[in-house]
């Protein structure tokens, strides 16, 4: 199958820099979404797609690794690929190139099939199993994201947040763009102005619906090691669990 891989090309643009002129790291894995997107699209596998079979994809697990971010106007591609099946889940990878073929970043990440009548899990439909024929060799692929995640412990920083209409996704609920950025903002902006990010492991536990209020909460683990918690204002109830590592000067 010609498209089952795919690779777009992006420039960095202003509105997608920080204090640096790099790009930040919301930014980055909103275009590795967008390539995946463009992929999904290619394959026939789009949430468009399986609207008439009433599911969509969601989000479960991502890994992040981060070599170097690019800077304002640099011409950065990003390669990404269907990357396996488990008996629920599909697995995909990201890994993002300079202008001369230098790695800047990868990722991988485990998705899932939701209902979108009952808002629970699906399974896999014989006709999305049909294309593990085309998936790639386990060991071209990336390290699947897993295993557990280091304790929340005690919140040494904490932020809240309102869900608006501009937060939702094509699911309409909570776009996993927003989870990213809301964890990333309980850290203190002094401290984003001056590290860079490292490593990140996320996993998404429920999800959040217009209106919700949520309250961002970060632990220090060590030094530019942090554990963050999303949860809900309302019921207490844990939406999102990830853990960071950053580099600083």
Known sequence: MGNFQHKENFQVRTYEIDNHKRITLVALVRLMHEAAMQNVINLGL???DLEPQKISWVLMRKKLWVDRLPVLGDKISIFTTPAGFNRSFTYRDYIVY?????RLAAASSTWLLMDTEARKMAPLPPFIKDYE?????PKDCLPRPGGRLTPFTEPKWTNSFCVNWHDLDF?????NIKYLEWMLEGLPASYLQTATPLEMRIEYKSESLLHQHILSEVCEVEENNFVHRLKSKETDQILCLATSKWHRP
């Open 171 to 175: 699911n309409n609920h909570l776009s």
């Open 133 to 137: 024929k085309f998936m790639p060799d």
């Open 98 to 102: 300079d202008a001369e073929g230098n």
């Open 46 to 48: 789009s949430v468009w």
